[in-house]
């Protein structure tokens, strides 16, 4: 247990609304990820946070902001919620040789 | 970027039956992990691999860096071990522990 936590678990959401998810670690890690799980794409990067207030954009980043004010919160934003935004979201850290570490996942629904 | 691809797609075994699943990656690589997500969509670590071989209980793994691929190999299956194994891994032209997974085995045991 990497001491990820990722709120909401579950959330529906209508079209064109604006969604915000949590991730929250407890272990002082430098770096922290968003992902995204599709059926039939495995996960894809979103964007990725190499420190407080240092963000970029991964291979499927349209649509998505990302936000890091402080070390253990790094938070996703959807400004505009659309139907291809449906998926399940994960979180991860990255511990110092690399290995990566995953939160339970956010399921979004948006309708 | 890398691309990563894992065969075979799906994987029906009896339990005891022992398996092999693949990851093939485009170039070379820094880092090699192996995940399992179980049916309630968990992930998890099982190896952290760029080079050699590891082992855990039934579970062992190789990767070849120079030839470009990674096996896992499940022994005695059991039906815990039904899931989606997931190959990621990040390019040496990468930076920042961002990972490419690959789409994924999907494994299942029958008792």
């Known amino acids: 247990d990497a001491g990820i936590t990722q709120s909401p678990r579950h959330k529906v959401t209508e079209t064109g609304t604006p969604v915000t998810l949590r991730c929250h670690q407890t272990e002082n890690h430098r770096y922290m990820y968003w992902y995204r799980q599709d059926p039939g794409h495995g996960l894809r990067l979103i964007h990725y946070?190499?420190?407080?207030?240092?963000?970029d954009k991964g291979e499927v980043s349209d649509g998505y902001s990302v936000s890091r004010s402080k070390t253990e919160d790094f938070l996703l934003t959807l400004e505009s919620a659309t139907s291809s935004q449906t998926s399940v979201y994960f979180c991860?850290?990255?511990?110092?040789?690399?290995?990566?570490?995953f939160g339970q996942g956010t399921r979004l629904t948006v309708v | 970027g890398i691309q990563v691809e894992q065969s075979p797609p799906d994987l029906i075994l009896q339990e005891g039956a022992n398996s092999t699943l693949r990851c093939n990656f485009s170039?070379?690589?820094?880092?090699l992990q192996w995940f399992h997500q179980n049916p309630w969509g968990q992930l998890i670590n099982l190896f952290y691999?760029?080079?050699g071989t590891k082992q855990n209980g039934r579970l062992s793994a190789t990767t070849v860096a120079t030839e470009r691929y990674s096996l896992l190999y499940i022994s005695s299956s059991q039906t815990t071990d039904s899931g989606v194994y997931f190959c990621?891994?990040?390019?040496?032209?990468?930076?920042?522990?961002?990972?490419?997974f690959g789409a994924g085995t999907q494994v299942v045991v029958t008792p």
């Open positions: 990621a891994v990040e390019g040496l032209a990468d930076s920042w522990g961002k990972l490419q």
């Open positions: 991860a850290i990255s511990v110092l040789q690399g290995e990566a570490f």
């Open positions: 691999i760029p080079s």
């Open positions: 946070s190499y420190g407080v207030k240092d963000t």
């Open positions: 170039d070379s690589v820094n880092n």
